[in-house]
Nanobody, 117 residues
Framework: QVQLDESGGGLVQAGGSLRLSCVAS????????MGWFRQAPGKDRELVAS????????NYAASVKGRFTISRDNAENTVYLQMNSLKPEDTAVYYC??????????WGQGTRVTVSP
């Protein structure tokens, strides 16, 4: 099992920035990739960004490319999501995920991000 502990959500005005953090613990040797998903009210959960745990390759949703940056600290088993130029449509609950779309996938509890106009 892998446990994921997220932090960093909150309320911010449009144009502002937030940084989300996710610390992985437990059987982290089974993790080969990490991702951040989000779910807005009434919408499906969507992948925002992902990163390879070893090579560091990244992938972003078109809606956040150029504004969000995913990064990792392997020594600390931590993945970050730096969110800049936030928009009201970024408002959602953000979830940390290990091994996106895999059978052995794990989820954090979610952290709420609210962007006011």
């Amino acid at each position: 099992q892998v446990q994921l502990d997220e932090s960093g959500g909150g309320l911010v005005q449009a144009g502002g920035s937030l940084r989300l953090s996710c610390v992985a613990s437990g059987r982290t040797s089974s993790v080969y990739g990490m991702g951040w998903f989000r779910q807005a009210p009434g919408k499906d959960r969507e992948l925002v960004a992902s990163i390879s745990w070893r090579g560091g390759g990244t992938n972003y949703a078109a809606s956040v490319k150029g504004r969000f940056t995913i990064s990792r600290d392997n020594a600390e088993n931590t993945v970050y999501l730096q969110m800049n130029s936030l928009k009201p449509e970024d408002t959602a609950v953000y979830y940390c995920n290990a091994n996106p779309f895999a059978v052995n996938t794990y989820w954090g509890q979610g952290t709420r991000v609210t962007v006011s106009p």
